[in-house]
Nanobody, 116 residues
Framework: QVQLVESGGGLVQAGGSLRLSCAASGRTSRIIARGWYRQAPGKQRELVATIGSGATINYSDSVKGRFTISSDNVKNTVYLQMTSLKPEDTAVYYC??????????WGQGTQVTVSS
């Protein structure tokens, strides 16, 4: 199994910045992709950003140019640097990892609230 633990959420004013971290443990050698999803109240969970094993990066259009995903393979940690935050970015942010054979894994989620 793979365990994912997020940190770094909180309350920030519009225009501010936050950095989320997600540390992986367990069978991390099986991870082939990692990233972040978010879920706002009353909405479906949506992709924010992903990074593949070949360092292929994908962003949703709503965060492109404002958010940056990166990874530290030595620390088995993936980061999401969020800048120019907007109230519509308010959501619970979930760390995600896909592994060979074992499928998708999720963290417990961290709340990001952007006040106007």
């Amino acid at each position: 199994q793979v365990q994912l633990v997020e940190s770094g959420g909180g309350l920030v004013q519009a225009g501010g910045s936050l950095r989320l971290s997600c540390a992986a443990s367990g069978r991390t050698s099986r991870i082939i992709a990692r990233g972040w999803y978010r879920q706002a109240p009353g909405k479906q969970r949506e992709l924010v950003a992903t990074i593949g094993s070949g360092a292929t990066i994908n962003y949703s259009d709503s965060v492109k140019g404002r958010f940056t995903i990166s990874s530290d393979n030595v620390k088995n940690t993936v980061y999401l640097q969020m800048t120019s935050l907007k109230p519509e970015d308010t959501a619970v942010y979930y760390c995600w990892a896909r592994t060979t054979l074992m499928g998708n894994h999720w963290g417990q989620g961290t709340q990001v609230t952007v006040s106007s």
